[in-house]
């Protein structure tokens, strides 16, 4: 009796302490969240004012001051190159899980050592062809780059998900006389959603928050949602309710996404290796 | 191997090796390579036993358990940029952060008067950038540690218990063991994700004060676009490959079993 009382005290303790520091941890997020709704005057108060006037004008003038723009390119961006990343690896990963083609661990692996190449030392490269190309602040050109970044995580993630679908159904609707293709898309597409999805949200949220790319190859003109929350910056001068209400439009739809795909997150992150 | 700073392009010329002795020989480069490992390991490090920690607390059924891990996430999941912007701004900030609100107030509640303005951005910029990425990659350690405890099966850990295996004991020797090779994983996953971001630096220290806090990508990032040393750009680049060869290899081969587990 007294040792499973002894246990409750300490299995209590512990949940208030995950609580705890999941709260602490969200803190910055919230108080962000709350500046955001405030008036400037009230914004950068510590003590906070808790009962401060509350008001959406942060919010408004964020679409007024033309984030739409670069929320538009940013948009574009992701979900061109995701859908793009998606039509190619669908059947690469078919032809590296179920049905293997000629050496396809060699492939695999090098998808994967894309993957460890640094960005950093791309660029320039990159970058020199886009300006032979006369291509440099196009959003379409990023949304090649971004093809580029995501088509081998979108591969290993897929080919993980695929693994996952026993070969028999493949076997069965050959026998039956199926195409590749209509095992591909008529077989095989619907029992695979999940996914293609969750490979989706990964991608978008990866061509969503990247920077070093767009920073560089994007002036104005294709200039990406985070390029323009550091320029902002410097633009504005210091308005911290605008900048938590901005910051936290840029982030929203990447948060959204990754609420949706948490079960899927650590699969995607880790190149489909942990489930 | 060329000469090539596009502002004299008419100069433009084939050197052999020089721009890579230039880049070795570079001061800078080299304060940018201390700061890239110690940055990395730090915060890699630091997330990896947070991660750890926190996937331990979250693998217990308790009330709540899925808001917890999903308001545990969203630091990942907010856009880089944005969330070095805010702690540097909204919690920094020397005159309206929050941090010095705080201490200042705790100053207070000891009896104390002054105000606290530190600028903790110029003093620690180092420090400055890795709480930020702490925060920002303690959640995906944690995800990738939390698949790897509920992968364990509950049985044999019961049968375990049953035959008198100690908490303690099933942590170190059943635990352990299994979540080895997920650790392995996140810290070489977060390594190469971590080294390779430039993100928190060029937001909130811009590599200052001085050369301070900068590091390897964003140092090529500044001979390629405000020195337009195209040439040495280029060197620091290949030189960036070969490390990253030599380190992805030894990666792989950690990482090979668990890689190649479902094949």
Not at chain 1, 141 to 167: C, D, G, H, Q
Not at chain 2, 78 to 103: E, M, Q, R
């Amino acid at each position: 009796m007294k040792q499973s009382k002894a246990k409750f005290l300490s299995k209590s303790g512990l949940t208030s302490l995950t609580w705890f520091i999941s709260l602490a941890f969200f803190f910055p997020i919230f108080w962000i969240l709350l500046i955001s709704f405030r008036q400037e005057k009230d914004a950068g108060t510590f003590p906070p004012k808790w009962l401060a006037t509350f008001s959406f004008d942060n919010y408004s003038s964020v679409f007024q001051k033309g984030a739409s723009t670069f929320l538009l390119n940013s948009a574009i961006a992701s979900i061109g190159s995701t859908v793009i990343v998606l039509i190619l690896a669908y059947p690469a990963a078919y032809a590296l899980s179920i049905k293997p083609i000629y050496k396809s661990k060699d492939v695999l692996t090098f998808f994967l050592s894309t993957k460890f190449l640094p960005p950093i030392a791309a660029l320039l490269p990159l970058y020199l062809i886009l300006q032979h190309l006369h291509v440099l602040d196009n959003i379409w050109a990023l949304t090649v780059l971004y093809v580029s970044m995501n088509l081998p995580l979108s591969v290993w993630m897929l080919r993980s998900f695929l693994k996952e679908i026993p070969p028999e159904l493949v076997e069965a609707a050959a026998l039956d006389g199926a195409s590749t293709r209509t095992i591909l898309y008529k077989v095989l597409a619907p029992i695979s959603l999940p996914g293609l999805a969750s490979t989706a949200l990964i991608c978008f949220i990866f061509s969503w928050n990247e920077f070093l790319l767009a920073i560089n190859v994007t002036g104005f003109h294709a200039a990406t949602a985070p390029v323009y929350l550091v320029g902002f910056v410097t633009a504005e001068g210091l308005f911290f309710a605008h900048l938590a209400a901005v910051s936290i439009v840029v982030s929203l739809p990447v948060v959204i996404a990754g609420w949706t795909a948490q079960d899927k997150l650590v699969r995607g992150l880790s190149l489909g290796a942990v489930k | 191997m060329f000469h090539w700073n596009i502002i004299y392009s008419k100069e433009t010329h084939f050197t052999w090796f020089s721009n890579f002795k230039v880049v070795a020989q570079d001061p800078t480069m080299r304060a940018a390579l201390i700061n890239s490992i110690t940055l990395t390991t730090a915060v890699v490090l630091i997330s990896t036993a947070f991660g750890l920690g926190l996937a331990l607390l979250l693998d217990r059924k308790f009330r709540g358990r899925s808001i917890v891990r999903t308001l545990l996430i969203t630091p990942f999941l907010i856009t880089p940029v944005a969330s070095a912007l805010l702690w540097k701004h909204i919690i920094f900030n020397p005159l309206y952060g929050i941090l010095d609100g705080f201490i200042t107030q705790i100053y207070k509640a000891f009896g104390g008067n002054h105000v606290i303005n530190a600028d903790f951005v110029s003093n620690q910029p180092l420090v400055a950038i890795a709480i930020p990425m702490i925060w920002q990659w303690t959640p995906f350690m944690m995800l990738i540690i939390l698949a790897g405890l509920q992968s364990q099966s509950p049985e044999i850990l019961e049968a375990a218990a049953v035959d008198g295996a100690g908490t303690w004991q099933l942590f170190s020797k059943m635990t352990f063991p299994h979540l080895r090779q997920y650790i392995q994983l996140s810290i070489i996953l977060g390594t190469i994700y971590i080294v390779q971001s430039m993100d928190f630096v060029f937001t909130i220290t811009q590599g200052g004060p001085g050369t301070d806090s900068t590091i390897i990508p964003y140092q090529i990032y500044l001979t390629m676009f405000r020195k337009y040393e195209y040439g040495e750009a280029a060197a620091a680049g290949v030189i960036v490959v070969f490390i990253t060869i030599a380190l992805s290899t030894l990666a792989l081969r950690f990482t090979k079993d668990i890689l190649e587990s479902d094949k």
